[in-house]
């Protein structure tokens, strides 16, 4: 709630398209005024809005940091052991979306991508507890990312027609402008025959 191009672009049409109609416009902004409020309760001595969200980077950064040297020192795939824990749980409720949602200011997903292991972690609770709908999730990604690629084909392709086609319908509109101004007498052309 606090990265201006996230919350506008991301965070509250994803409200917007979830909370049924009268309730999408009261409580996206409800959520914000919560959240933002913490943040000036978290942090009370800073009054810029971007410095604030610089601490809450630097400490995210770090909580993330530690999180990856604990997952480091157990011999499992989960914080402790071979099985899932509450813990598992709650740091999954937190990086899953981090790591899967398409943000637009990604620089915290991208300091969660530079650890692997809770990559690898997200990934193992993904395809272990939630096999369908990872399945699914993959698809879907795969689909766009293919259709991207054609889409970004086709307009490499299109690029030097493009130039071509815009100068062939300005030199039509002009000539229609010009043959409707001579049509209704705003031009007046005069042939001498000498």
């Avoid at 965070?11 to 943040?39: C, D, M, N, S, V």
């Avoid at 749980?89 to 809770?118: D, E, S």
Wanted: aromatic residues 12%; positive net charge; glycine residues 4%.
């Amino acid at each position: 709630w606090v990265d201006d191009i996230n919350r506008m672009e991301i965070t509250r049409p994803w409200y917007w398209k979830q909370i049924p109609f009268p309730f999408h416009f009261y409580y996206p902004g409800k959520f914000e005024r919560k959240a933002q409020a913490l943040i000036s309760v978290i942090h009370p001595e800073v009054e810029d809005l971007k410095l604030k969200e610089s601490y809450i980077l630097a400490e995210a950064e770090a909580c993330i940091s530690h999180l990856a040297t604990r997952l480091d020192r157990t011999p499992g795939p989960y914080f402790f052991g071979p099985s899932p824990s509450s813990l598992d749980a709650l740091v999954f409720a937190y990086l899953g979306p981090l790591l899967k949602a398409p943000l637009k200011n990604n620089a915290f997903q991208n300091h969660v991508r530079a650890q692997p292991n809770l990559a690898r972690f997200v990934l193992c609770i993904c395809q272990n507890h939630f096999k369908k709908t990872y399945q699914e999730f993959e698809q879907k990604r795969k689909k766009q990312e293919k259709e991207q690629a054609e889409k970004q084909k086709s307009q490499d392709l299109d690029f030097p027609h493009s130039l071509r086609n815009s100068i062939l319908a300005a030199i039509f509109a002009t000539c229609a402008m010009t043959g409707y101004a001579v049509s209704i007498g705003l031009i007046s052309v005069s042939l001498r025959n000498k």
